[in-house]
Nanobody, 116 residues
């Protein structure tokens, strides 16, 4: 199983991006997971998380602007009204179930840059 994150890029302040995290593998399905972000020299922080029951929680800095969702083997992060402080490498983390396994995985990061 691999988690592939995509959707990052360069956007102006106030713009939007949608990140996607796709689990590939034998009948892979994302049960729960989250998006994290990291800037150079700092720790990786939780941005948003979605539980197995669909419950969500967000960092205070993104509440009302970001929305996390999941559907089968894809977990998405809709980011609206982006700010320069949102600039970071974004990573997805997910509990993935397949026909013969249940494990936690990290995806490779995707760079988000918000220009002022």
């Amino acid at each position: 199983v691999q988690l592939q994150a995509s959707g990052g890029g360069l956007v102006q302040t106030g713009g939007s991006l949608r990140l996607a995290c796709v689990a590939s593998g034998n009948s892979a399905s994302i049960i729960a997971g989250g998006w994290y972000r990291q800037t150079p020299g700092k720790q990786r922080d939780l941005v948003a998380r979605i539980g197995s029951g669909g419950d969500t929680n967000y960092a205070d800095s993104v509440k009302g602007r970001f929305a996390i969702s999941r559907d089968k083997n894809t977990m998405s992060l809709q980011m609206n009204r982006l700010k320069p402080d949102d600039t970071a490498v974004y990573y997805c983390n997910a509990d993935v179930v397949t026909s013969d396994s249940y494990r936690n995985y990290w995806g490779r990061g995707t760079q988000v840059t918000v220009s002022s």
